[in-house]
């Protein structure tokens, strides 16, 4: 049997043999309450020792996806994925109160600076500085989200302090005299977590989430934001509406 420690690609065995059992449960091939093959078994199916097989159940453990009962083997937990559904008014409070009514949105950063060029363009800045949040949201404690989001300054210049009160952009728009935008276009790409995103949303290496960017407008189709939100894809299911 071989016994290897590192892939080609650099990633160690035991996170790959946990991302294909990660995805299998997230797919639905192993239901709620199945039980796992053995750690002789899966160690015979990946061909690696079962000390290898035990770290990629452990980080399952972790990632409350399979639960061990003492005497009867480890199971598929009970799970469910948030659904975030993107609309013409998308909100991703509503999607975060319906998982959970613990839902909490955290401000990493802000700064006003000028736009990265293609950022400035879509909201149409011209030379006029842009405010950039980064924000970290979780639902019951767990990350759900991390995003980059970009505004022009000069329209919603106390918007960061206004989030930092209640943890929500459609309520601190709303403050700032901003009643309802629309999204005007969104794009949507998977890719592996980078480095800050594995550490920010409390991620294995290997990890692979859902890059969404999109762009709101008023409703008379001024730019409002640019956002870039990173989504884990075994936590967060993406349902976009046709009409976008």
Same mark, same amino acid.
């Given at each position: 049997?071989s016994?290897?420690?590192?892939?080609?690609?650099g =990633?160690?065995?035991?996170? @790959?043999?946990?991302?294909?059992?990660r995805q299998?449960?997230?797919?639905?091939?192993?239901a709620?309450?199945?039980?796992?093959?053995?750690e !002789?078994q899966?160690a015979?199916?990946?061909a690696v020792?079962?000390?290898?097989v035990?770290?990629?159940?452990?980080? #399952?453990?972790?990632?409350r996806?399979?639960?061990?009962?003492?005497?009867?083997?480890?199971?598929?937990?009970e799970?469910? #994925?948030?659904?975030h559904?993107i609309?013409?008014?998308?909100? #991703?409070?509503?999607?975060? @109160?319906?998982?959970?009514s613990?839902?909490?949105?955290i401000?990493?950063?802000e700064?006003v600076a000028?736009?990265?060029?293609?950022?400035?363009?879509?909201?149409?800045l011209?030379d006029?500085? !842009?405010l950039?949040?980064?924000?970290?949201?979780?639902?019951?404690?767990r990350?759900?989200?991390?995003a980059t989001g970009?505004?022009?300054a000069e329209?919603?210049?106390e918007?960061?302090?206004? =989030? @930092?009160?209640?943890?929500?952009i459609?309520?601190? #728009?709303?403050?700032a005299?901003?009643?309802d935008?629309?999204? !005007?276009?969104?794009v949507?790409?998977a890719?592996?977590?980078?480095?800050t995103?594995l550490?920010?949303l409390a991620l294995?290496?290997g990890?692979?989430?859902?890059?969404?960017?999109g762009?709101?407008?008023?409703?008379d189709?001024?730019p409002?934001q640019?956002a870039?939100?990173?989504?884990p894809?075994?936590?967060?299911e993406?349902?976009?509406?046709?009409?976008l």
């Amino acid at each position: 049997m071989s016994n290897p420690t590192r892939s080609s690609s650099g =990633f160690s065995v035991w996170r @790959r043999i946990a991302e294909e059992l990660r995805q299998e449960i997230v797919d639905g091939g192993l239901a709620p309450d199945t039980r796992l093959p053995s750690e !002789a078994q899966l160690a015979e199916r990946f061909a690696v020792n079962r000390n290898t097989v035990r770290q990629a159940v452990a980080s #399952l453990v972790a990632d409350r996806l399979v639960v061990a009962r003492r005497g009867s083997g480890t199971f598929v937990a009970e799970h469910t #994925l948030l659904v975030h559904r993107i609309g013409v008014r998308t909100r #991703l409070r509503d999607s975060l @109160r319906a998982g959970s009514s613990s839902a909490t949105g955290i401000l990493l950063e802000e700064e006003v600076a000028p736009a990265p060029p293609p950022i400035a363009e879509r909201l149409g800045l011209g030379d006029r500085p !842009a405010l950039r949040l980064e924000i970290v949201r979780a639902v019951d404690g767990r990350p759900i989200s991390r995003a980059t989001g970009w505004f022009d300054a000069e329209r919603v210049p106390e918007l960061g302090a206004r =989030f @930092r009160e209640c943890g929500s952009i459609t309520v601190s #728009l709303q403050e700032a005299g901003i009643a309802d935008y629309v999204r !005007a276009s969104t794009v949507v790409a998977a890719r592996h977590a980078t480095a800050t995103e594995l550490t920010d949303l409390a991620l294995d290496e290997g990890a692979v989430v859902l890059a969404v960017q999109g762009l709101d407008t008023l409703p008379d189709g001024t730019p409002l934001q640019f956002a870039s939100t990173r989504f884990p894809a075994d936590r967060v299911e993406l349902d976009i509406e046709q009409s976008l």
